[in-house]
């Protein structure tokens, strides 16, 4: 497999600055006061956010398959995780890197087991039998109620969750975005979207179809399971009823709303839907319909001419397309 690391660009130089940049911002806004408690707590939730959006993007958006079962490997990673680190006592920094890579590993590694078999199929069947395999992974952790405490979850898992440590989280979800995008740019990312477009022409030019689409799935499966890795030692209790079919619904809602293979689409998405609930807060009893509301609203306007001219006229292309085609395949 190509490396995923490319020699830098300018664009990805520029894509770099941005994140620092973003980094520094946030960092001023809560030095300054200027962020209460409240939206604080919710700098780890954006950024697993954006990991579980932005690697779905590669199965759903440049690969073209239809996953449902996206928080099966974050419930994967989330586990492999915890059940590592209530059971063990290691220095802390040890204990999280060795965690996240297990949760990765382990989410890969199912999804290799499942990609081989589930790939096969195409459209509604492999979106249904995706979101199938989730439920089972769900019903299994109940099942293991010796290891996984079943139903109850697991609790007391050691927290990463304060301003210090999301420095951290920050910098893994810049790797994330930033190693994502170089894969997409990169001579597999071209292979992966050509068998998006066309997977019977891109077979009879010697592409292997199958070895693509399960390259995809696994790199996909191992940054759901490192998503997943933070998010348990965020809220420092996880349950299997967490990680079922509403929240693979809810990651695809992001990729969606953010368009289909664009990584700068999927990052604002995430952003937005991760905010939004907290800013409906105080209105409790239109909670919902308003939430509902808005994602209408973001829907029409994602896909409305007024967008379309914006983009022409360069207003927003830095924020929904990225020059070249890089998002798309073509170059």
């Given amino acids: 497999m190509e490396k995923i690391f490319q020699k830098f660009d300018k664009k ?26 409240q939206y604080t707590s ?13 690697s779905l993007n590669l199965v759903t958006g440049f690969l073209g398959e239809l996953s449902l079962g996206h928080a099966c490997f974050m419930s994967i990673g989330a586990y492999s995780s915890a059940i590592f680190t209530v059971n063990t006592n290691l220095p802390a920094i040890l204990q999280f890197i060795i965690a996240l890579a297990l949760g ?44 996984t405490n079943g139903a109850k979850g697991l609790s007391k898992i050691p927290l990463y969750s304060n301003y210090k440590n999301y420095t951290v989280v920050y910098i893994i979800m810049a790797i994330t975005v930033l190693m994502i995008a170089n894969l997409v740019k990169s001579r597999d990312g071209r292979a992966i979207c050509a068998v998006r477009d066309n997977d019977i022409a891109t077979e009879s030019i010697g592409i292997k179809v199958s070895a693509y689409k399960i390259k995809a799935f696994v790199i996909s499966a191992f940054f759901a399971g490192i998503a997943g890795v933070l998010y348990a030692h965020n809220v420092g209790i996880i349950k299997p ?18 368009g289909m293979g664009s990584i700068q689409g999927s990052i604002i998405a995430a952003i937005i839907l991760t905010i939004l609930p907290e800013l409906l807060r105080g209105a409790d009893n239109y909670r919902m319909l308003l939430y509902s509301i808005a994602l209408i609203l973001i829907m029409v306007f994602n896909h409305s001419k007024i967008k379309e001219g914006l983009i022409e006229n360069r207003t927003l292309s830095k924020l929904f397309q990225k020059k070249g085609g890089v998002e798309n395949g073509t170059s």
Avoid: H, W
């Avoid at 195409?122 to 109620?145: C, N, P």
């Avoid at 990651?251 to 709303?257: E, K, N, T």
């Fill in 104 to 147: 990765g590993i382990m989410a890969a590694i199912f999804g290799f087991l499942i990609g081989v078999p589930v790939l096969r199929l195409r459209g509604d069947y492999l979106a249904i039998v995706t979101l199938g395999f989730g439920e089972i992974i769900k019903s299994i952790l109940i099942a293991m109620s010796g290891i």
């Fill in 42 to 54: 919710l700098l780890v939730p954006i950024a697993v956010n954006i990991m579980l959006a932005v």
């Fill in 12 to 37: 990805e130089i520029r894509n770099i600055a941005i994140l620092v940049l973003t980094y520094v911002f946030i960092t001023i806004l809560i030095k300054g006061g200027f962020l209460n408690r």
């Fill in 241 to 258: 009823t967490t990680f079922d079919y509403n929240q693979s619904i809810e990651i695809l809602v992001i990729v969606v709303l953010g």
